[in-house]
C-alpha cells in the first residue's frame, strides 16, 4: 500500500512577480486573486474515475499525473505545494509556473478542484424544500455543536405555530437550507462570470455564513428580540444578528474550532468576512468602504446571505420556500429561476448583483410572497397575541428563574444575552419550564401560560388603520391608548387602562414605505454587461400604488362577555372619531392596496383611495366598493 503523503508545507517559496514570499502565505493572501475556471464546487459523483477509496490512500499529485498533468504535478511540487493548499491554485498561478496554453490551465484548475473536493467529507442531507444538498465538512463540524444543535429547538415562527399547525419547523433545517442556497449561488456567480474571482474560500465563508446567520435567535424567534427584550432591557437595542455574531465566536472558541477552520484554509479574516455578512460592517467610517473580511472588489458577496442594498437574499428564498411549504400558502416566487439570471455588475463604482430585465416580474412576486406571508401568518391577530401573553409570562418569571453561565455565575433570562455560555441553554422549552414549575414565584406567569394551553386568550376586538395620512409611531400609540380610555370611562365601564393591549402592525415590502425593486438593477440580452433600472410603471398598472402601511389591532384582556362588548363598542366610537374603516371585515386582513375606479379612469398615480365614510374600505377595489356599499354596520 502506498504511503500517504505528509500534508506539511516545506519552506519552499512560489516567487510572484510582486513579491517573494512563502507559498502558503501567498495562497492564503491571493484569494482576492481571479480564479478563472467555472466549475462548481462540488465533490465528484459517485461513478467518477476518481473515487474516494483512491485518494483515501493516493497522493494528489499521482492523480494529476494520471489525468495527463504530469507538468502541473511537478510544478506544484517544486513549488512546496501539498494537498493542503491545492485549491487555492489560481490560474495566473500556473500561468507564472510556466504552465500554457490557457485552456491547459484552465482544465488543470478544474481537475484540481475535483481532486481536493474528494479529499472532503461531504454530509448528505435529505431536505423537503431543496432535495439533497451536500454539506461541507466544516460546516459538519459547526454543525455537530451544542450551540447549533439548540437551533432544533427554536420555532421558525414563533407563537404562529399554535395558530397553523404545520408551522412545527424550526431554525435549524432554515439555517442549512440558506447554507445551500448560499453555495449554489456562489457557485452560479463563479460559473457564470469566471473573472469576478470568487475562490473556493469565499464560497465556504458565504456557506458558513448562512449557516450561523440565526444563531443569536432567542425562545420564539423574533418574539425574544421583538417583544420581550425590548421590555426587559429597554436600556439596550438588541437585536439577533448582534446576538448571532456573538454566539458564533462562542461556538468556535468553546469547541476549539481554530484548528478546524485553519485546516480547511478559513483564516482570521475569513471569520471577520463570515460575521460581516451577519451582521453588517464591524466598524463603519463615513466614505470609506466599511467592510474588512473582503475588498470592495469583492463587495457583491455580502449581497448573497443578507442583502441591505434591496433585500434580495437567499435567507428570504429559503424561509419564503419553506414556510409557504409548512404553513400551506401558495408560494409565487420561484427562486432557482432568479438565481439562473443572476449577474454580477458595476453600478455606480460598485459591484452588485442583478438580474434579467425580464425577471423583474418574478422578483416582484417574491415581495408579493413576503407581503402575503406577514398577512396571512407572521403578523396573525391571534399568533401575535399569543406571542404578547408568552411574553408577559416570561417577564414576569424573569427575576426567578436563572441560567448558569460562565463561571457558574447565574442569569436572568434577560441578561442571558451578556453571557453566551447561559444564552446557549436558552430556547423554546423555557414555556414548559415555566408551565410546570412548583415555584410559588412563578404563579402568575403559570397562569398565563395555562391560558395559552386552554385558547382562553386575549380576545381582538377591532382592527382598523390609522386616521388617513397618519403615520403612527409608539406615542402615538400611546395617546390612541389613552384616548380609548377615555372613551370607555364616559361610558361608565369598569375596563381599565391595563385590561387593553393595542398593536401596531407594520406590512411593507421590506423597506418602508420604498419599493425595493428601485433598488434592483437589471440587465438585457442585447447588452448584458450594462445596468439598467426598471420601472414600476414599465412592468404593469396592477402593481400596489404604496409599498407600506400600518394596522391598530385592540384586544381586550377581559374575556367576559360585558367586556368584550365594551371594548368593542369603545374601538368603533374611536374609530368613527377618527374617520378609520370599522366593520365586519375589520378583524381580516387587508389585500394589497390597488387603485380606485377614478385613478383608473384619469390615469392619476399619485392618488390614493378616499377613506371618508365607514362602509368603503380604503384598501377596497371600486366593484367591491359598491358591494359592500349595501352593507350597514353598527
Same mark, same amino acid.
Given at each position: ?100 496554453p490557457l485552456g491547459r490551465r484552465l482544465e488543470a484548475l478544474k481537475l484540481l478542484r475535483e481532486i ?74 463563479? /460559473? ?43 436600556? *439596550? @437595542? ?7 455574531? *456573538?454566539?458564533?465566536?462562542?461556538l468556535v472558541e468553546s469547541n476549539d474550532l481554530y484548528s478546524v477552520f485553519e485546516k480547511y484554509g ?20 463615513? /466614505? ?5 473580511? !473582503? ?41 432557482? !429561476? ?31 410572497? !413576503? ?30 428563574? /436563572? =441560567? ?49 394551553? /386552554?385558547?382562553?386568550?386575549? @380576545? ?75 420601472? *414600476? ?14 394596522? =391598530? ?18 374601538? !368603533?366610537?374611536?374609530? @368613527? ?18 387603485? &380606485? ?28 366598493? @359598491?358591494?359592500? &356599499? ?5
Amino acid at each position: 500500500m502506498p504511503k500517504k503523503r505528509k500534508t506539511d508545507i516545506n519552506s519552499a517559496t512560489l516567487k510572484s512577480e510582486e513579491s517573494n514570499v512563502p507559498f502558503k502565505k501567498y495562497m492564503n493572501e491571493s484569494r482576492e486573486i481571479s480564479e478563472l475556471s467555472g466549475e462548481d464546487d462540488l465533490p465528484l459523483s459517485q461513478d467518477s474515475v476518481l473515487s474516494v477509496d483512491d485518494l483515501d490512500y493516493r497522493n494528489c499529485f499521482d492523480v494529476l499525473t494520471l489525468e495527463g498533468f504530469n507538468d502541473v504535478a511537478e510544478a506544484l511540487q517544486g513549488e512546496g505545494v501539498t494537498s493542503e493548499v491545492l485549491d487555492m491554485v489560481t490560474e495566473e498561478q500556473l500561468e507564472r509556473l510556466g504552465i500554457s496554453p490557457l485552456g491547459r490551465r484552465l482544465e488543470a484548475l478544474k481537475l484540481l478542484r475535483e481532486i481536493t473536493g474528494r479529499l472532503y467529507t461531504y454530509k448528505i442531507v435529505n431536505d423537503p424544500i431543496h432535495g439533497h444538498i451536500e454539506i461541507h465538512p466544516l460546516c459538519v463540524k459547526i454543525i455537530d455543536t451544542p450551540q447549533f444543535q439548540r437551533l432544533r429547538f427554536l420555532r421558525q415562527l414563533g407563537g404562529s405555530y399554535f395558530v397553523y399547525p404545520g408551522a412545527s419547523h424550526n431554525r435549524f433545517e432554515h439555517s442549512l437550507g440558506v447554507c445551500y442556497l448560499a453555495g449554489e449561488l456562489g457557485s452560479t456567480l463563479r /460559473k457564470r462570470q469566471p473573472e469576478l474571482g470568487i475562490s473556493n474560500n469565499d464560497i465556504l465563508c458565504v456557506q458558513i455564513a448562512g449557516l450561523c446567520h440565526d444563531l443569536g435567535h432567542g425562545p420564539f424567534s423574533h418574539m425574544f428580540d421583538g417583544k420581550f427584550l425590548p421590555v426587559a432591557r429597554p436600556d *439596550k @437595542k438588541i437585536k439577533h444578528e448582534a446576538l448571532s455574531v *456573538k454566539m458564533f465566536d462562542h461556538l468556535v472558541e468553546s469547541n476549539d474550532l481554530y484548528s478546524v477552520f485553519e485546516k480547511y484554509g478559513v483564516t482570521e479574516q475569513d471569520r471577520t468576512f463570515i460575521k460581516e455578512q451577519i451582521a453588517g460592517p464591524l466598524k463603519h467610517k463615513s /466614505k470609506e468602504w466599511p467592510y474588512h473580511g !473582503r475588498s470592495k472588489e469583492k463587495g457583491f458577496l455580502y449581497e448573497i446571505v443578507a442583502n441591505k442594498r434591496n433585500g434580495i437574499d437567499v435567507d428570504k428564498w429559503d424561509y419564503f420556500a419553506r414556510d409557504c411549504h409548512m404553513l400551506g400558502i401558495r408560494n409565487n416566487f420561484d427562486h432557482t !429561476r432568479c438565481m439562473k439570471y443572476a449577474r454580477v455588475l458595476s453600478v455606480d463604482g460598485e459591484l452588485q448583483i442583478c438580474s434579467r430585465d425580464k425577471e423583474v416580474g418574478n422578483l416582484y412576486d417574491m415581495f408579493h410572497t !413576503r407581503n402575503t406571508l406577514h398577512r396571512r401568518a407572521y403578523q396573525h391577530s391571534v399568533g401575535n397575541i399569543i406571542e404578547t401573553m408568552i411574553t408577559e409570562a416570561m417577564l414576569k418569571a424573569d427575576e426567578i428563574i /436563572k =441560567i448558569p453561565g460562565k463561571n457558574g455565575e447565574l442569569r436572568k433570562m434577560s441578561e442571558s444575552v451578556d453571557d453566551m455560555e447561559a444564552y446557549q441553554k436558552l430556547a423554546d422549552d423555557i414555556f414548559q419550564k415555566i408551565l410546570w414549575s412548583t415555584d410559588p414565584g412563578l404563579e402568575e406567569a403559570r397562569k398565563i401560560l395555562m391560558n395559552v394551553q /386552554k385558547r382562553e386568550l386575549y @380576545k381582538c376586538v377591532g382592527q382598523t388603520r390609522p386616521p388617513q395620512g397618519e403615520t403612527l409611531d409608539q406615542t402615538g400609540l400611546d395617546q390612541i391608548k389613552d384616548e380609548l380610555v377615555g372613551i370607555l370611562n364616559s361610558m361608565d365601564s369598569h375596563l381599565q387602562k391595563e385590561d387593553i393591549i393595542i398593536h401596531l402592525v407594520y406590512l411593507d415590502y421590506g423597506m418602508k414605505d420604498k419599493n425595493p425593486i428601485d433598488h434592483v438593477r437589471f440587465y438585457n440580452k442585447k447588452d448584458p454587461t450594462e445596468p439598467i433600472q426598471v420601472r *414600476k410603471n414599465e412592468v404593469s398598472d396592477l402593481l400596489p400604488e404604496r409599498f407600506a402601511e400600518q394596522l =391598530i389591532r385592540f384586544y381586550s384582556k377581559k374575556r367576559d362577555e360585558e367586556s368584550i362588548d365594551q371594548a368593542t363598542q369603545a374601538f !368603533r366610537v374611536w374609530s @368613527k372619531q377618527h374617520h378609520c374603516s370599522v366593520g365586519a371585515d375589520s378583524l381580516y386582513p387587508y389585500m394589497t392596496p390597488v387603485k &380606485s375606479d377614478s385613478m383608473a379612469q384619469d390615469g392619476t398615480n399619485d392618488r390614493t383611495p378616499s377613506s371618508t365614510g365607514i362602509t368603503t374600505n380604503q384598501n377596497t377595489p371600486g366593484s367591491a366598493s @359598491k358591494f359592500k &356599499s349595501r352593507l350597514s354596520f353598527n
